[in-house]
């Protein structure tokens, strides 16, 4: 596993985090918390401790985590309208499966090192926090030795070049390659 942030500022509302589970199995989390500055870095904080309670709790699948997200900020951030994109994958590293839930977030990108490709499959879902009750797609992977997940946040896709142009989807597709 490997992880880099660079944050645009101080504070701010993107989270990850890699969570090891009781049965061998890893909790790997993206999100993106509307907002910038302190109120983003509160909400993101909140889900930090959503999370860290779910699996406390036991409920360390992907879906019922994205239920755990979902009910705090439906309750305590609808009002000031915070939602949270999250993107959650359960990886186990012994049956080389990926299973992700996604809500709202960038898709992940599967590089596959047998054949050289991209597996980008879509995953539309809502935002946590904005309905009460929600259901997100589930999308199980297969990954081999040599494959790549590729998880991101739009401060990717939306850098700028010199000439003041964002990055892109393209670019990241390369990269990923």
Known sequence: ??????TASDLGGDYFDCLPLPDGRYLLLIGDATGHGISAALAMAMAKAAVAYSLREGRCEPDQVMGALNHVFNRELKAQRKYMTVLLLGFDPGRHTVVATNAGHHYPVVYRAATGSL???????????FRARGSWPRVEYRIDPGDAVVLFTDGVTEA?????EWLGN???????R
């Not at 596993?1 to 660079?6: E, K, P, Q, S």
């Not at 597996?119 to 926090?129: I, Q, S």
């Not at 393209?170 to 990923?176: C, D, G, N, Y």
């Open 160 to 164: 700028e070049t010199a000439a003041g």
């Open 1 to 6: 596993l490997a992880a880099r942030n660079i």
């Open 170 to 176: 393209l670019w990241l597709e390369t990269m990923v």
């Open 119 to 129: 597996d980008m499959r879509e995953m539309p879902g809502v935002p946590v926090g």
